[in-house]
Each structure stands twice: as C-alpha cells, then as structure tokens.
C-alpha cells in the first residue's frame, strides 16, 4: 500500500489516497499533473484509486486551448520569434518542444564534421520531425473547428504515431488508416498508438501503395464526414503546404543555431519519403536568401535523401510544394528555382521500408558513434546517404555538416525493426 498526498500548486487542490501495491507504477503521472508529491504518515486517508485521480485533472474533451495555452508558457524564445519569421497569421497549435538542440558529433569520413539536429526529441509521443509538421496542420485543424483528425501511413508509421499524440494533446478523435492487416497483438508505434487513444483502420494494403492507401483515407474522411466528426484529414506524412511550414521554421531555427555555434553549414542533409520536410527547408532556404542573411557565407546546400519511389521519381514536385509553402506565408514573390531542390536517390534499395545493408550500417555506425538510435525505414536510410556522400568526397576537412534526426524510436521494437 502506498499512501500520498499531493497539492496542486496552481489551484491548491489536495488530493489524499493510497493505492495498492502495482499501481504505484502510475505515481509519475501524478508527479507530472500536481507539482508537489508528499508522503505523510499521520493522515487518516481514505482509499482512492489513481484513476480517480486522472478523472479529476483530465482535460475535457475539446478543450484544447487549455493545453496550448500552457504549453505556449514554455515556449523558448527561438521558438517564439522563429527568428524573425511572421507567422502571425498561420494558425499553429503548441505541440512540439522547440528549439531542439543541435549537438556536434563526430568527424565524417573526409573529414568534414558533422552536427546532428535532434529532431527525434520534439517531445510529441515519443518524439519525432513530424511534430513541426503536425503543429500547423493541427493549427489549421482547429480554427477550421475539426472534432476529429484522419490520416495514413504505412503500418509502422511514424506520423501517424504523432497524430494519435496530437489528437490526445487536442482532445480530439483520431482515425489512422494504416498499410497491411491487423496483427494479433500491436507493437511499436502501432502500441503507442493505441495508448494515444487512436482508432486503427488497417487496409491490407501494401506499404509502398500509397495511391491505395489514400483512396482509403478519403472514404474513411468522407464516412466520418457523414457521422458529424467535422474530420481534418492530413495526407501521408502530413506533406501539404501547410504542414511544411514547420520546416521553414527549422531552417530557421537550424541557421541561428549555427551561427551561435561559430560554425557555417555546407550542407543540411535529411530524409525525404513524401516531400514536405524537404519542401519546407527548401521555402526557408529561399527565404533566407531573399532576407539577405549572412550574405558573407554561402548558403547550405539543402540534400534530401530519397527513401520512397514517389519522391525519387518527382512525386511530389518539391519546388512546386515550396512554392505553395511560401504562399502561405503570405510570401509567394520569393522565389524557388529547380536547382533548388537536391535529391540523391541512391539508397532507397528495393522499396520503401525494406531495410538495405548501407542503412543498417549506417544505424549501427550511429549508435556506436553517437548513441544515436535510428530506423530502417527512414532515418537509417537517410543517414546511409550522409556517409556516402561522405566517402565521395562531397565534403572535406573544415566543412560543417548538419543531419536531421527525424526519430523513429518506437519502430525498433516492433518485428523485424532492428538489424
């Protein structure tokens, strides 16, 4: 028996109990809900089960200004000012802990050094680039009065783990339309999604389908659309022009970063499978230029890896995504040129989440060398394609190279997610 009481400094509220031996596995949770946690022998408590606790501090349903609110409070100001961006008229929900940090790591063969944006700790449910993504979708979602989020992915995907977070944080349904049939017993991200409250529709689709895959979330958003859900439905890994707005931000981000580290990027590289990373940093590459900063140092190459075939063949048209990006941004007299857009295509391997030897070395050279931990399907794949590039001399001695962490944690620990 564990006996607690605890006191929200906020409001004052006490809340007295004991629970029974077990359950103490949940006392993190109130750590993180009441700030001050105090054991006290004397009190005669009366018995109260924790999830009586949690009924007494959930969020209601929709009331996801509340959240952001709070959530905005912690906002650093890098974050905050997006150094000198103007996104006052982007709808955006607070959902990812930014700025991330960019941290040095070792030389890259050539000798070229390499830093490493830690996009795998965005915070959202077990972390992640699509957070920056999600936050303006998300934005969007809301002020368009969504009661309910849609999207789709292949079994294991990333995103639409970070959906069914999001739509947690929000109060909000999700729906996620995933590749494949329904296992016996969920693992990985299809795990988490469900601990998120997410409901799963599986197709039996293919992974690499990704026509079918759509077609089946727009039945699902239309059915939903019938029920009175008002879904907000968010194509495969959330790449429209609203969701690439998070990584104008990034670009941003990752440029001030730089220059309080005394260092000018050669190249800031990342992993592409539907576009709108890549669109994203692109629109912010252009719209670096156009400000006219650090006109001294040239501007980092901005090479995307291609892990899908879509992408590899021009689906979608990166240049033309930025475009619409920047449209957004109320900024469509920036312009975004072809030779803009750098895509090496060279370690998809046979398909899309089918793991290759390169990426699987290149997962392990992470981990051994940075404590870093990838997955086959995108990150492994991305970094497989720094290393090369690396090896052939695409830089040398003195340059300094940034990758995009993107994350994918939670899919190591589902089948076949470790080499």
């Known amino acids: 028996m564990v006996r607690i009481l605890a006191e929200d400094h906020h409001t004052g509220v006490r809340v007295r109990g004991e629970v029974q031996?077990?359950?103490?596995?949940?006392?993190?949770?109130?750590?993180?809900?009441?700030?001050?946690?105090?054991?006290?022998?004397?009190?005669?408590?009366?018995?109260?089960?924790?999830?009586?606790?949690?009924?007494?501090h959930r969020v209601p349903v929709g009331d996801h200004r509340t959240v952001l609110a709070r959530r905005a409070a912690y906002d650093h100001p890098v974050a905050r000012s997006s150094n000198?961006?103007?996104?006052?008229?982007?709808?955006?929900?607070?959902?990812?802990?930014?700025?991330?940090?960019?941290?040095?790591?070792?030389?890259?063969?050539?000798?070229?050094?390499l830093w490493v944006k830690r996009d795998d700790l965005t915070g959202l449910g077990a972390g992640g680039n699509k957070a920056r993504k999600l936050e303006f979708l998300c934005g969007d979602a809301m002020a368009a009065g969504a009661r309910s989020l849609v999207t789709v992915g292949a079994a294991q995907s990333n995103h639409c783990r970070m959906t069914a977070a999001a739509g947690a944080v929000l109060g909000v349904e999700v729906?996620?339309?995933?590749?494949?049939?329904?296992?016996?017993?969920?693992?990985?991200?299809?795990?988490?999604?469900?601990?998120?409250?997410?409901?799963?529709?599986?197709?039996?689709?293919h992974h690499s389908h990704w026509g079918e895959l759509e077609i089946a979330r727009e039945a699902l958003a239309d059915q939903l659309t019938a029920e009175g859900l008002a879904p907000y439905s968010i194509p495969i890994g959330g790449s429209t022009a609203v969701g690439a707005v998070g990584y104008v931000v990034a670009f941003h981000e990752i440029m001030a970063q730089c220059s309080a580290a005394g260092i000018a990027p050669?190249?800031?590289?990342?992993?592409?499978?539907?576009?709108?990373?890549?669109?994203?940093?692109?629109?912010?590459?252009?719209?670096?230029?156009?400000?006219?900063?650090?006109?001294?140092?040239?501007?980092?190459?901005?090479?995307?890896?291609?892990?899908?075939?879509?992408?590899?063949?021009?689906?979608?048209?990166?240049?033309?995504?930025?475009?619409?990006?920047?449209?957004?941004l109320g900024r469509?007299?920036?312009?975004?040129?072809?030779a803009d857009v750098v895509l090496d295509t060279r370690w998809m391997g046979d398909d899309y989440a089918v793991p290759t030897d390169a990426g699987d070395a290149a997962i392990d050279w992470a981990a051994r060398h940075g404590g870093w931990v990838l997955d086959r399907t995108y990150s492994g794949k991305g970094l497989a394609g720094l290393l090369g590039n690396a090896t052939d001399g695409r830089w040398t001695h003195g340059q300094h190279v940034v990758f995009i962490h993107t994350g994918g944690l939670p899919a190591v620990f589902a089948p076949g997610g470790r080499p």
């Open 21 to 56: 031996r077990g359950e103490h596995l949940l006392m993190g949770w109130v750590h993180r809900v009441l700030p001050s946690l105090v054991g006290h022998e004397g009190l005669q408590l009366r018995p109260v089960r924790l999830v009586e606790l949690i009924a007494q």
């Open 266 to 328: 050669a190249a800031i590289v990342h992993t592409s499978s539907s576009g709108g990373t890549h669109a994203g940093l692109v629109a912010g590459r252009a719209l670096w230029r156009a400000a006219g900063h650090d006109a001294s140092a040239p501007l980092p190459e901005v090479l995307a890896v291609g892990v899908a075939k879509g992408v590899n063949i021009g689906m979608p048209d990166v240049a033309d995504l930025a475009r619409d990006t920047l449209a957004v």
């Open 332 to 338: 469509a007299d920036v312009e975004v040129d072809a």
């Open 84 to 113: 000198e961006l103007d996104l006052t008229d982007v709808p955006r929900s607070r959902l990812a802990t930014l700025p991330t940090a960019l941290e040095p790591g070792p030389a890259l063969p050539g000798g070229a050094s």
């Open 175 to 205: 729906h996620l339309v995933l590749s494949g049939d329904r296992p016996d017993h969920v693992t990985g991200n299809q795990l988490l999604s469900t601990m998120f409250g997410a409901h799963l529709h599986f197709t039996g689709a």
